[in-house]
């Protein structure tokens, strides 16, 4: 199993939800390959009590994409991604650790919709 830290510190994550989007703080964002599934993951951490509701809304409504915007989360997923490019058969999954709980997603579509924003539709 490869596995890669991103970015230890705080990156900013924007959640998309059918009416609604919030941002949150996330850290220990990491990229591995797991039985052939690329699979990229955080923990959130919220930093403001608005952030603390908008961690209740993740738990509680469907999310239908994040946003990443993080240059270095970026360019070393981009690195890695390449570099086990041969590794990945079964495509890629999100995991969102929150509250002591693993909200594990299978991502239907990751895109660059610029250099510095990945967005990814669950």
């Given at each position: 199993m490869?596995?890669?830290?991103?970015?230890?510190?705080?990156?900013?994550?924007?959640?998309?939800?059918?009416?609604?989007?919030?941002?949150?703080?996330?850290?220990?964002?990491?990229?591995?390959?797991?039985?052939?599934?690329?699979?990229?993951?955080?923990?959130?951490?919220?930093?403001?009590?608005?952030?603390?509701?908008?961690?209740?809304?993740?738990?509680?409504?469907?999310?239908?994409?994040?946003?990443?915007s993080?240059?270095?989360?970026?360019?070393?997923?981009?690195?890695?991604?390449?570099?086990?490019?041969?590794?990945?058969?079964?495509?890629?999954?999100?995991?969102?650790?929150?509250?002591?709980?693993?909200?594990?997603?299978?991502?239907?579509?990751?895109?660059?919709?610029?250099?510095?924003?990945?967005?990814?539709?669950?």
């Open positions: 490869a596995d890669q830290s991103l970015r230890k510190g705080t990156s900013t994550i924007y959640f998309q939800y059918a009416i609604t989007g919030h941002k949150m703080g996330a850290v220990d964002t990491r990229v591995a390959v797991v039985n052939g599934v690329a699979l990229l993951k955080f923990k959130v951490q919220p930093i403001t009590d608005s952030q603390r509701l908008d961690e209740n809304y993740l738990h509680g409504h469907a999310l239908l994409c994040v946003h990443i993080d240059k270095y989360v970026l360019k070393g997923l981009r690195r890695f991604l390449a570099g086990q490019s041969t590794e990945i058969s079964n495509g890629m999954r999100l995991e969102i650790y929150s509250r002591n709980k693993t909200l594990s997603f299978p991502v239907k579509q990751a895109q660059y919709r610029r250099e510095s924003l990945l967005e990814i539709t669950l």
